[in-house]
């Protein structure tokens, strides 16, 4: 089992470009989540989704949409990118009573 | 408002010593709480959780509600044990979780 992959792992955009952060996980998982990681702040939830067919905000979901296409894959989207989401983001996914399972993470700059 | 708090962003010990970490929380009701370590380069996994009431790697959390703190102790830090450290807590729903900011720990040897 993989657990939860996400790519692309490196990423440099300009500002004003959009893209598209994909995440997969493997372990029959309902809810799935996205953070991102900045330096003094810890880990922010963007987005998350409790199932397939459901999204809601999180903390800091300001300039992101996301998708969930399916069971398996949830998907983060940057329709215009700036330098303020210059960040790492991370894929997380868990199932009921259990803890979230992290992926390696997506480095983001954007110039 | 902030739901967790890490109030030491760096924490130096010497190998052998006993090393706490400190994780305090604001939450109505009963949260989860768990402890996250992310090795140098490496994904975040999970190293306790309070309902387990395990010690990991020599680590252990004791949930303190009067106190409101969940803090990570180990008699006798390694050298291994530099890591960066999460506390992180879930609420009632189990969906939303709410990570602090973060100890990074360095175990001189």
């Known amino acids: 089992n993989a657990g939860v992959t996400q790519t692309p792992k490196f990423q440099v955009l300009k500002t004003g470009q959009s893209m598209t952060l994909q995440c997969a996980q493997d372990?029959?998982?309902?809810?799935m989540y996205w953070y991102r990681q900045d330096p003094g702040m810890g880990l922010r939830l963007i987005y998350y989704?409790?199932?397939?067919?459901?999204?809601d905000k999180g903390e800091v979901p300001n300039g992101y949409n996301v998708s969930r296409l399916n069971k398996r894959e949830f998907s983060l989207r940057l329709e215009s990118a700036a330098p303020s989401q210059t960040s790492v983001y991370f894929c997380?996914?868990?199932?009921?009573?259990?803890?979230?399972?992290f992926g390696d993470g997506t480095r983001l700059s954007i110039l | 408002a902030q739901r967790v708090t890490q109030p030491e962003k760096l924490l130096s010990v010497f190998k052998g010593a006993p090393v706490e970490l400190k994780c305090n929380y604001s939450?109505?009701?009963?949260?989860?709480l768990f402890w996250y370590v992310q090795y140098s380069r490496q994904r975040l996994q999970l190293l306790l959780r309070?309902?387990s009431r395990e010690s990991i790697k020599g680590f252990t959390a004791d949930l303190n509600k009067g106190e409101t703190s969940f803090h990570l102790k180990k008699p006798f830090a390694q050298e291994e044990d530099s890591a960066m450290y999460y506390c992180?807590?879930?609420?009632?729903?189990?969906?939303?979780?709410?990570f602090g900011t973060g100890t990074s720990l360095t175990v001189i040897p």
């Open positions: 309070h309902i």
């Open positions: 997380a996914s868990k199932e009921v009573d259990q803890p979230q399972h």
């Open positions: 939450y109505s009701g009963s949260p989860e």
């Open positions: 992180a807590l879930s609420g009632l729903s189990g969906n939303q979780f709410y």
């Open positions: 372990m029959n998982h309902n809810s």
């Open positions: 989704s409790a199932s397939e067919g459901t999204t």
